[in-house]
């Protein structure tokens, strides 16, 4: 989901250059609540039976030295809700402000606010926010209070409306039918667990197709972030743990559509510029990994196993 429509539980398009973090001062604005944000994390669900169930979210471990070679664009994992994606915002900006002559020109978080995607318009920023977010704790202490209040406030108002609407179901029901009507959930606690930051250079072309993948997935999707290694070159796949399908990623073309006539699309005939195309992947299937791009050295692309290259000695920027 991207993080500029946070509070909107909708599909989500592209993550856009955020003009917000042109250089100048920080500008005022009103803290939206982060609905999505607050929902607890998998930990606290009731409905699974087990730890083993509940700790679900993906836990990376904290390296200093980096798999991938220095990009504009960073991965940074352990996050965990609750969160406010302003807030994150605003932390990214202030981190920019501070470290000199660069920007973060987009900035992506997944729904279930596990994880972000944040491009610096160059790579000696990207290398600051690295070392200033590397083995962190988001948010800070003062973040943490507010968050726990609205999520307090939030309860207290469902609770109250659940309330309501049962009583008001008592009154119309048979004595028979309130047997089978459960009470409404008290207010939960609030229930989270910070962890230390990960964060790792991945490839810039692969940020729009990754985003699209987890927008446009499933919405209780576990995506995860692996490297490896294959002919002296470091690969960055994006993994689907779980899940029957991964949408099929179409790139926009570039430039004005062709003009009628000169054997392009017209009208209705013209082909929508991403498709969402159903790949199976049953839930006992092995993960599926993707990749924005391949290599255009003759290749054929494989949607199973297609890799985000990095060679091991490249100093070329990405």
Request: glycine share 6%; hydrophobic share 25%.
């Amino acid at each position: 989901m991207s993080d500029i429509e946070y509070d909107r539980d909708e599909e989500m398009r592209e993550p856009e250059p955020y003009p917000q973090y042109q250089r100048g001062g920080l500008p005022s604005v009103p803290r939206k609540i982060d609905h999505i944000g607050l929902e607890l994390p998998d930990i606290a669900n009731p409905r699974y039976e087990s730890m083993e169930e509940q700790d679900r979210d993906v836990r990376y471990e904290v390296k200093e030295e980096s798999d991938f070679h220095v990009s504009r664009a960073l991965f940074i994992g352990n996050l965990r809700r609750p969160i406010n994606a302003g807030y994150f915002q605003t932390h990214l900006r202030e981190l920019a402000r501070k470290g000199g002559n660069f920007r973060v020109e987009r900035a992506w978080l997944s729904r279930p606010r596990t994880h972000a995607i944040v491009l610096a318009s160059d790579e000696e920023g990207a290398t600051y926010l690295r070392s200033k977010l590397l083995d962190s704790v988001f948010p800070n202490e003062e973040e943490e209070a507010r968050l726990k209040q609205e999520f307090q406030t939030k309860e207290a108002e469902r609770y109250e409306t659940d309330l309501k609407n049962y009583e008001q179901d008592l009154k119309r029901l048979t004595e028979e039918e309130k047997r089978n009507v459960k009470p409404p959930l008290e207010p939960r606690e609030y229930v989270t667990e910070r962890l230390p930051l990960y964060v790792e250079y991945i490839p810039v072309k692969a940020i729009n197709q990754w985003t699209f993948e987890e927008d446009r997935g499933p919405k209780d999707g576990k995506w995860k972030l692996e490297f490896e290694k294959r002919d002296n070159e470091t690969i960055a796949s994006h993994t689907l743990l779980n899940g029957d399908y991964i949408p099929r990623y179409v790139p926009q073309r570039r430039g004005p559509p062709p003009p009628r006539g000169y054997g392009g699309y017209s009208g209705r005939d013209r082909p929508p510029r991403r498709t969402d195309s159903y790949v199976p992947n049953g839930a006992a299937a092995p993960p599926r990994r993707t990749d924005s791009y391949v290599p255009s050295r003759g290749r054929h692309r494989d949607r199973s196993r297609s890799p985000s290259r990095s060679p091991s000695r490249s100093p070329r920027r990405y």
